[in-house]
């Protein structure tokens, strides 16, 4: 009897932290709205898949006072922002990605970098990761306090 509470105790505790592990993973992004500044902040991870492939995400940006924008994170070292929001994949080289470099460089095992564009303040910073086929990037999109970017 002993034996079978503690099955029963071990088995409910594995689904509890089961369920509360997949519930913070979907949340990788706060989107924040205090009406003095909106941002989006929290961590990415671009993943390689079988074929050798980075993942990308895109964030479809949709902020009061502000044109729609799209926020491309990925594949890999590629980060893009687009004016407007549209189905189709855009080119991140292309001059249409208002982001310049459009790659972040590893210096060491280290890759940051900032941006002022669009009105826009984005920073994101190679956060390491436990999964070799993996990078994880902190990402934070806030609107810009720099005039000259707007």
């Known amino acids: 009897m002993l034996r079978s509470r503690a099955t029963f105790l071990i088995a409910a505790l594995t689904i509890a932290a089961s369920i509360g592990v997949a ?3 979907r949340a990788q ?3 924040h709205n205090d009406h003095s500044q909106l941002a989006l902040d929290g961590n990415w991870q671009s993943c390689r898949d079988r074929g050798g492939e980075y993942s990308e995400r895109v964030y479809d940006g949709r902020w009061p006072g502000m044109p729609p924008f799209e926020l491309h994170m ?7 922002l687009f004016r407007g929001i549209q189905d189709d994949h855009r080119d991140h080289g292309s001059a249409e990605n208002l982001l310049n470099p459009h790659t972040v460089e590893l210096q ?6 900032t941006w002022d ?6 920073e994101v910073a190679l956060a390491g990761g436990s999964r070799e086929e993996c990078e994880s990037w902190y990402v934070t999109l806030v609107r810009s306090k ?3 970017s707007h």
């Open 23 to 25: 519930g913070r993973g």
């Open 29 to 31: 992004f706060i989107s």
């Open 117 to 122: 564009v669009a009105g826009l303040h984005l």
């Open 146 to 148: 720099n005039p000259s």
């Open 108 to 113: 060491g095992h280290q890759a940051k970098h």
């Open 74 to 80: 990925g594949p890999f070292h590629e980060f893009a």
